[in-house]
Structures are given as C-alpha cells and as structure tokens.
C-alpha cells in the first residue's frame, strides 16, 4: 500500500457566533482567493468571520463581510479589508448547495478558515436559524455536561 500524506489543518479563525445561533446542517470545505498580503496578514491572525455570511450569485460563491487587517509590511498591495472574496467549489458542490439553499431558512454560513497543505480554506456550514428558545436549551445542556464532568472528576 502507499503512504498516505498526513493532512495538516492550522485553523486560523473561527465563527463562535455562529454555532450560537445557527444550527448546522451540512459542511463544505472550500478554497478561498485572496492576495499575498491578504494570506499573509491571515496567518498572523488578523481574520474576523463573525459578521461574514456566503452568497451564490451567478452559479459562483461570494464571501461577503469577512474583515482581513491589513498586513502591516504590505503598502499598496494591501486591498480592502472587507471586499468580497472568490471561493472555490466544484460545479456539482455549487448546485448542491443551491439545491439546500432553496429550502426556507437556510442560509451559508463560514464556520471557520483555517490552512490545509498550504492552502487557504473556509468551512462553509449550510445553517437554519436557532430560536430564542434553542438557544436557551443549549445553554442548559451545556451546563448540565459541566456539572457532570466536575462531579466525575473529583
């Protein structure tokens, strides 16, 4: 048999928000296009997805709202720290995605970018909105597991 390569992930930055008020239905990794200044000022941590939200327009997905800092070594080459960012799917992920997105109350939701074999990557989630009322169920379920693992783990 021949050795598999080891994937290496580096998550760079996640959507806590959006477990919080999303349910996730289905994931999808996809590439993202950026610029050098723009992969650079991400591997330093300068990414923030928590108002970001993804868009199909034209059979393409759009990031829209994700905010990049400008890399602080990078003068002209810096762009915009909110533009809209081109991500990478197959054809068939794309009309899939269409497919779920035209149920009610779905929407695309980045979970997390991280770097997988060089390459920048964003996990899109396909999420149906949480009500007041899951949220608080969530919160109880939490609290219930933390009180369980600390009377266990006296």
């Not at 994931?27 to 991400?42: C, D, F, N, R, W």
Request: glycine share 6%; proline share 3%; net charge positive.
């Amino acid at each position: 048999m021949a050795s598999q390569e080891q994937k290496t992930s580096n998550v760079v930055a996640t959507n806590r928000k959006a477990r919080h008020e999303y349910f996730v239905l289905e994931t999808v990794e996809a590439g993202i296009v950026l610029t050098g200044t723009e992969v650079k000022s991400i591997r330093d941590g300068n990414a923030n997805l928590t108002d970001a939200y993804a868009a199909i327009t034209n059979a393409e997905v759009w990031l829209l709202g994700m905010h990049v800092n400008p890399y602080e070594h990078g003068s002209y080459a810096n762009k915009d720290p909110r533009r809209e960012r081109k991500l990478l799917l197959h054809r068939k992920e794309i009309r899939r995605l269409m497919s779920r997105l035209g149920e009610p109350g779905t929407t695309l939701v980045p979970l997390q970018m991280h770097f997988s074999k060089h390459r920048a990557k964003v996990l899109l989630g396909v999420c149906r909105g949480k009500r007041e009322y899951d949220k608080r169920q969530d919160i109880a379920r939490r609290e219930v597991e933390r009180d369980i693992r600390r009377h266990y783990a006296r």
